[in-house]
């Protein structure tokens, strides 16, 4: 390099962590509703103006990290400080089961079942009643058996339509006008 160049514009050393960054704009914009991540860009390039080209790419990781330790809310694309008195708030589907405590489990006196296996239970079988020898099923009211008949063998088809029957032709009499 030329001692006559201009140095490339490099970004200043004394940027703040992100997290200090995000939550100073999230402060700065004081909506209720808090910032969402193009406002919270803005702010951030308007205090410092050059920043790195990975910008975007550090303020997305930084936002996503906040939000899964609770230092932050999304709220309707908004990232906002959760406030310390309010309730959490619940998300979407189903809530956990809550966890059995040591302190909730049964008395050692009390005898605990097995868990239920699963599928149907099988049939009681009564050991006292007299063996069948075969086994016979009742016909139905109508006296036909359950299910779709058999094909008998005598009514066996090819396959397609079947051709037209020919009737014979009526006889032609020779005396037609005698």
Do not use: C, F, W
Not at 71 to 83: A, G, Q, R, S, T
Request: hydrophobic share 30%.
């Amino acid at each position: 390099m030329a001692t006559g160049e201009a140095a490339p514009a490099l970004v200043p050393t004394t940027l703040p962590q992100y997290p200090e960054l995000i939550l100073a704009a999230i402060e700065a914009v004081d909506d209720k509703n808090g910032a969402n991540k193009t406002t919270i860009s803005k702010h951030i390039e308007s205090i410092y103006g050059q920043l790195p080209a990975a910008h975007s790419t550090l303020l997305s990781h930084h936002l996503n990290r906040m939000k899964q330790s609770g230092e932050l809310l999304l709220y309707k694309n908004n990232y906002l400080k959760p406030d310390p008195n309010a309730p959490p708030r619940r998300g979407r589907g189903r809530p956990p089961k809550e966890k059995s405590s040591p302190s909730s489990a049964p008395a050692s006196d009390a005898v605990v079942s097995p868990p239920r296996p699963r599928g149907r239970p099988p049939k009681v079988v009564d050991p006292d009643a007299p063996a069948m020898e075969e086994k016979t099923k009742s016909p139905s009211v109508s006296g036909r058996k359950r299910g779709r008949p058999k094909k008998s063998e005598s009514s066996k088809r090819g396959r397609g339509r079947p051709p037209k029957e020919k009737t014979p032709a009526p006889a032609a009499t020779a005396e037609v006008g005698a």
